[in-house]
T-cell receptor
Framework: DTEVTQTPKHLVMGMTNKKSLKCEQH?????MYWYKQKAKKPPELMFV???????INESVPSRFSPECPNSSLLNLHLHALQPEDSALYLC??????????????FGSGTRLTVV | EDKVVQSPLSLVVHEGDTVTLNCSYE??????LLWYKQEKKAPTFLFML????IEKKSGRLSSILDKKELSSILNITATQTGDSAIYLC?????????????FGGGTRLMVKP
């Protein structure tokens, strides 16, 4: 299995809703990432989990709350989002040694629209 | 601050042309440079480069890293309309918190029939 699976693929939520994005990988990668990508812009790093511990938080607002229940799963909990948070949210994973020659593997993303 | 710059920003060519995309970087603790192709969804991995001067090839695509010049190029020969996409360069760095990617702004390639 060389995939990162993200669900849902599309999500429309109101500003008062609470929702979660899910990400799963079974490649044995011990680093997992959340990126946010706005239209016509490159992905921007939000969070990095290394061995299931949060190692990098790129000053992301608290309305985004990541969670790593185990080494294969990564969630992003959303609450009280703003319309400007509408974007493509990408999950990625990597082997910390980067010896696999696959580099980072990205999921297909969740396209989030906040109304 | 780590920086990755891609050029040109956009490019329009005709089928059969050869294109060269550029990526330059200024980072600390460089580990690798990666190229991705992005159409409508997630970036698709193309190459990972760690050693200077060794060309990596996949079909009509090839890439090489120059650590002395802190740069990389991505070549596409005999372009096809299916090559139309945004090409992203990313540099992997390692710091105390772990490994992370810094992306360039991308090159938008359009191949006309």
């Amino acid at each position: 299995d060389t995939e990162v699976t993200q669900t849902p693929k599309h999500l429309v939520m109101g500003m008062t809703n609470k929702k979660s994005l899910k990400c799963e990988q079974h490649m044995g990668h011990r680093a997992m990432y959340w990126y946010k990508q706005k239209a016509k812009k490159p992905p921007e790093l939000m969070f990095v989990y290394s061995y299931e511990k949060l190692s990098i938080n790129e000053s992301v607002p608290s309305r985004f709350s990541p969670e790593c229940p185990n080494s294969s799963l990564l969630n992003l909990h959303l609450h009280a989002l703003q319309p400007e948070d509408s974007a493509l949210y990408l999950c990625a994973s990597s082997g910390l040694s980067t010896a696999t020659n696959y580099g980072y593997t990205f999921g297909s993303g969740t396209r989030l629209t906040v109304v | 601050e780590d920086k990755v710059v891609q050029s040109p920003l956009s490019l329009v060519v005709h089928e059969g042309d050869t294109v060269t995309l550029n990526c330059s970087y200024e980072v600390t603790n460089f580990r690798s440079l990666l190229w991705y192709k992005q159409e409508k969804k997630a970036p698709t991995f193309l190459f990972m480069l760690t050693s200077s001067g060794i060309e990596k090839k996949s079909g009509r695509l090839s890439s090489i890293l120059d650590k002395k010049e802190l740069s990389s190029i991505l070549n596409i020969t005999a372009t096809q309309t299916g090559d139309s996409a945004i090409y992203l360069c990313a540099v992997e760095i390692r710091n105390n918190a772990g490994n992370m990617l810094t992306f360039g702004g991308g090159t938008r390639l359009m191949v006309k029939p």
